[in-house]
């Protein structure tokens, strides 16, 4: 198991420390978290980096700044992206919600190759300044973001021909034979220079811990075989990565034959695809919906989700109906508006939700989805495969790769995962065979996939640290209530529940009031920032970050105002336990 560092503890510094492409940020009070979301300097002046849908990578900051100042205008913004195709969609959405439409234009790059990287192609969608909202709320909806390791062997690539070119401009004029032939010599030597490795680089590659990147490819099969739940045991696992390319038909048919982790007959990687983020899977998924089955068609959102589910929901599209609540009587309703002959295109929802850890009721909307010919997408991030199987009642499973499968919080990635024993999987799988791109850079692939190779190892030993640590809370006199799939919606939970998985490692927690949650998580000893899923323990107050502009619609269905969200580690046990009686023993006795 990986080694638990110690979290930082100044406002902005990355988490984990001294990681240039982390995905979290230390907000370590309270208070810190309402500057972020206000703008304030105070913290945004001092922030390595942030969620990278919500907070834009410094490296991507600075490789657009750099090409706007090449091909922009005066007063012009950009936004970059890793495809024409996502570019143009963002022009799209631009047009439905930006007057200035008429003034937005790509620009096409192609820089590299370099070195062992292949050639980076960047699409810069250029648009008057006030435009750049507009294009930010695209980026964090889609999830169809550039990779921060991509921007950065951009730049570089950028610094090395500003470097010749200033080479260049400084030669001297040729002198005679002798100058020439010194020139010559002067400018092969330049041309056989070798950049020296990256310090980061070197570690991950000498000791084994990355592959190289030639095998990127490669890298890619074993993630979605992994997915898949076709690499089980050890002894899988432990193939070496440059022969998953001598896989056959016949090896193939023989995977498909079996039924794997997730219990699905017929289930192989064939069926999983890749994406830069979750959200990305999540997009990607409602545009496959409205591609195979009626557009003109209303969605539904179960439960209330992450935020921009529902966003993308409303946004794209035909709009939706959304059960915040997400109980039986609400499937009641959906049953009744069905009968009526109200038709529905999709029904998106998490298993379970986050942040309340409610499950739906999957086996009755499957039956619903199977008599009215609509598609059921589930997000099982919270879940993860190793604890639940939810693609027996899905057409889609979708997953932040980001999370817990990752665990070490440097790198993003998504998935989604094809159901073949479903109604509409041939027409969901001749659409992802025209239309599907497979974003993920290549060095995003070699990190998710080092860091994924004993998830469910880690995913075990989270699930025991939660449990333990809930059970504690929910029985602690100054909690007044914990959400945690042991406690809420349990015999949804168990009906999909693996025989060997466990609760998972996310739980959310009421305090008795404001000044008791904010003085628990002002003394709360561990990480404190965005996202979940990481080796260490992670908390935020998880209402004031994803809906400070809308706190009393989201209590309205029972997400409170100061809910603190935690994720839970591989921390020893103990540790953890005593971590937590601290910060509640730090609040005033109400």
Request: contains cysteine; aromatic residues 10%.
């Amino acid at each position: 198991m990986p080694t638990i560092p110690e979290p930082p503890t100044t406002v902005g510094a990355a988490i984990p420390a001294n990681t240039p492409h982390a995905v979290s940020v230390m907000f370590p009070k309270w208070q810190d978290n309402i500057h972020y979301e206000e703008g304030n300097p105070i913290v945004t002046s001092r922030m390595e980096c942030g969620y990278p849908r919500f907070f834009i990578h410094p490296f991507i900051q600075k490789l657009c700044d750099r090409l706007l100042n090449k091909y922009g205008k005066v007063n012009e913004s950009g936004m970059l992206f890793p495809s024409r195709k996502v570019a143009e969609r963002c022009r799209e959405f631009m047009k439905q919600y930006y007057s200035k439409t008429q003034t937005v234009r790509i620009v096409e790059l192609k820089l590299g190759p370099a070195e062992k990287y292949p050639a980076m192609p960047i699409f810069m969608l250029v648009f008057p300044q006030d435009g750049f909202k507009i294009a930010k709320q695209f980026w964090q909806h889609s999830g169809d973001i550039l990779s921060s390791r991509m921007a950065e062997r951009c730049l570089e690539v950028l610094d090395e021909q500003d470097k010749k070119d200033k080479q260049e401009q400084e030669k001297p004029l040729p002198m005679g034979n002798r100058s020439r032939y010194a020139n010559k010599k002067q400018s092969l030597s330049i041309e056989k220079e070798e950049k020296p490795i990256e310090a980061d680089q070197y570690v991950e590659e000498r000791y084994g811990r990355n592959l190289p990147i030639e095998f990127t490819n490669q890298a890619k099969v074993a993630l979605r075989r992994r997915i898949a739940g076709i690499l089980s045991t050890e002894a899988e696992q432990s193939i070496q990565i440059k022969d998953y390319h001598k896989a056959t038909a016949i090896e193939l048919e023989s995977q498909r034959a079996l039924q794997g982790d997730r219990g699905i007959k017929g289930l192989s990687e064939e069926d999983v695809y890749l994406y830069p983020c979750g959200m990305s899977a999540i997009f990607h998924a409602h545009r496959i919906a409205m591609s195979v089955l009626d557009s003109s068609k209303k969605s539904i959102c179960f439960g209330f989700p992450y935020t921009d589910t529902l966003k993308i929901l409303q946004k794209f599209g035909n709009g939706c109906y959304f059960y915040g609540l997400g109980e039986d009587k609400d499937i009641d309703d959906i049953e009744t508006k069905l009968k009526s002959g109200e038709g529905i295109l999709s029904l998106f929802c998490e298993a379970p939700s986050n942040p309340l850890l409610k499950t739906p009721d999957l086996k009755r909307l499957r039956q619903l989805a199977d008599e009215y010919n609509f598609i059921i997408v589930v997000d099982e991030t919270l879940g993860n495969f190793s604890n639940v199987n939810v693609l027996q009642h899905a057409d889609m499973v979708v997953s932040s790769l980001t999370k817990v499968f990752s665990g070490d919080s440097n790198v993003m990635g998504g998935s989604m995962v094809l159901n073949p024993n479903r109604k509409h999987y041939q027409a969901i799988k001749a659409y992802q065979d025209n239309e599907f791109e497979d974003l993920m850079w290549c060095e995003d692939a070699l990190f998710m996939e080092r860091n994924s190779r004993n998830f469910k190892a880690r995913s075990k030993i989270i699930n025991a640290n939660a449990e333990a640590l809930c059970d504690y809370l929910v029985e602690h006199p100054k909690v007044d209530k914990v959400f945690y799939p042991k406690f809420i919606c349990r015999n949804h939970y168990d009906s999909v529940k693996n025989a060997t998985g466990g609760y998972g490692g996310l739980f959310s927690l009421i305090l008795k009031n404001e000044k008791a949650a904010q003085q628990f998580y002002d003394n709360l000893r561990c990480a404190k920032g965005p996202s979940l899923g990481t080796n260490f323990t992670l908390a935020s107050p998880y209402t004031i970050l994803a809906h400070y502009t809308e706190l009393d619609w989201a209590e309205e269905f029972g997400v409170s105002r100061y809910l603190v969200r935690v994720s839970v580690g591989l921390e020893e046990r103990n540790h953890l336990l005593k971590t937590f009686e601290d910060a509640l023993n730090a609040i005033d006795e109400v």
